[in-house]
């Protein structure tokens, strides 16, 4: 064989050899890739469902078979996303203590703030439905409770006033249908369509429904998020209250007439456009229209 065409004939060879087999390192990789997943398989095998949850201080049957079926779903699921759950709880430091503070004022079980965990993943987040907040309220339910919902502005974003709404409209759900578990499962496909399945089937408890998929892992979702949101480190997650979100410190400055240039009106006020917005996130324009009804925006700065 020519020189030339020997050298190419080995080079060719070489080249498929290193198609075909892995470098020693990549097959290192690859082998302690597949030791992780195999020993996180096996640590999510091993955790088992908790002997107790609970609502609102309603106790979750986890001796009816079905029960305990759909809570081990919850359970593992949950559990296949840590860092879903990471988010949770870095995200509750921000928004927990003023859910904590409104609930306790209302008379509220402190349960409820689980409930906007469940719908919003403590996310400004829009659904399909056009359901917003971190309460997830549509626009008539949104409305109905006192939320003001134009193109300018949106109170379902404004965390105080869509905190108080939802805490209104699960105390009707409550009075409708008896249970705090039957108002959240409520909140979620309706009072009146949870009431008429209620008259339909002759049960009041919301174990012994049989409802839509959606709502009938409503209530378990929420007490696995409470549950590994509270017994994290059980699980091996750890988030030091240092690494958590914050809300920063604000002040409150009162506008009872409207704003055209918002930019201008936060360097006015020893601020900017940005960290007004940020706090602010029910103001969805560059400006504020004058409030309805005489009534007056409370707009947070930092302080």
Same mark, same amino acid.
């Given at each position: 064989?020519h020189?030339v065409?020997?050298?190419i004939?080995?080079?060719?060879?070489?080249?498929?050899?290193?198609?075909?087999?892995?470098?020693?390192?990549?097959?290192?990789?690859?082998?302690?890739?597949?030791?992780?997943?195999?020993?996180? /398989?096996?640590?999510?095998?091993?955790?088992?469902?908790?002997?107790?949850?609970?609502?609102?201080?309603? +106790?979750?049957?986890?001796?009816?078979?079905?029960?305990?079926?759909?809570?081990e779903?919850?359970?593992?699921?949950?559990?296949?996303?840590?860092?879903?759950?990471?988010?949770?709880?870095?995200?509750?430091?921000?928004?927990?203590? /003023?859910?904590?503070?409104?609930?306790?004022?209302?008379?509220a079980?402190?349960?409820l703030?689980?409930?906007?965990?469940?719908?919003?993943?403590?996310?400004?987040?829009?659904?399909?439905?056009?359901a917003?907040?971190?309460?997830?309220?549509?626009?008539?339910?949104?409305?109905?409770?006192?939320?003001?919902?134009?193109?300018?502005?949106?109170? +379902?974003?404004?965390?105080?006033?869509?905190?108080?709404?939802?805490?209104?409209?699960?105390r009707?759900? +409550?009075?409708?249908?008896?249970?705090?578990?039957?108002?959240?499962?409520?909140?979620?496909?309706?009072?009146?369509?949870?009431?008429?399945?209620?008259?339909?089937?002759?049960?009041?408890?919301?174990?012994?429904l049989?409802?839509?998929?959606? /709502?009938?892992?409503y209530?378990?979702?929420?007490?696995?998020?409470?549950?590994?949101?509270?017994?994290?480190?059980?699980?091996?997650?750890?988030?030091?209250?240092?690494?958590?979100?914050?809300?920063?410190p604000?002040? /409150?400055?009162?506008?009872?007439?409207?704003?055209?240039?918002l930019?201008?009106?936060?360097?006015?006020?020893?601020t900017t456009?940005?960290?007004?917005?940020?706090?602010?996130?029910?103001?969805?324009? +560059?400006?504020?229209?004058?409030?309805?009804?005489?009534?007056?925006?409370?707009?947070?700065?930092?302080r």
């Amino acid at each position: 064989m020519h020189p030339v065409h020997k050298r190419i004939a080995i080079g060719f060879a070489a080249t498929c050899l290193a198609v075909v087999l892995p470098s020693c390192g990549d097959t290192a990789q690859g082998r302690a890739d597949e030791t992780k997943r195999s020993a996180d /398989t096996l640590a999510i095998s091993t955790w088992k469902l908790p002997k107790e949850l609970s609502f609102c201080g309603e +106790r979750v049957p986890l001796d009816i078979p079905e029960v305990r079926e759909r809570a081990e779903r919850e359970f593992y699921i949950n559990l296949q996303t840590p860092g879903q759950i990471i988010l949770y709880i870095k995200r509750s430091g921000r928004y927990f203590p /003023t859910y904590e503070k409104v609930l306790k004022e209302a008379g509220a079980p402190d349960d409820l703030k689980y409930l906007s965990v469940a719908e919003s993943a403590l996310f400004m987040a829009r659904s399909p439905k056009d359901a917003v907040g971190l309460w997830q309220f549509i626009p008539s339910t949104g409305r109905a409770y006192g939320l003001t919902i134009t193109d300018e502005i949106d109170e +379902r974003r404004n965390v105080i006033k869509s905190t108080r709404a939802a805490i209104a409209y699960l105390r009707a759900g +409550r009075e409708a249908n008896g249970s705090w578990s039957n108002a959240a499962a409520g909140y979620n496909m309706g009072h009146e369509n949870l009431s008429g399945n209620v008259k339909f089937q002759q049960k009041d408890d919301y174990y012994d429904l049989f409802l839509n998929e959606e /709502t009938s892992r409503y209530i378990l979702r929420i007490a696995m998020v409470k549950h590994l949101m509270e017994h994290a480190h059980q699980y091996g997650i750890i988030v030091p209250e240092s690494e958590r979100y914050t809300a920063p410190p604000t002040r /409150t400055i009162r506008e009872n007439g409207a704003v055209s240039n918002l930019a201008q009106w936060a360097m006015a006020n020893g601020t900017t456009y940005k960290d007004v917005k940020l706090l602010n996130p029910w103001i969805l324009g +560059r400006g504020i229209p004058a409030p309805p009804n005489g009534r007056v925006w409370e707009v947070e700065i930092p302080r």
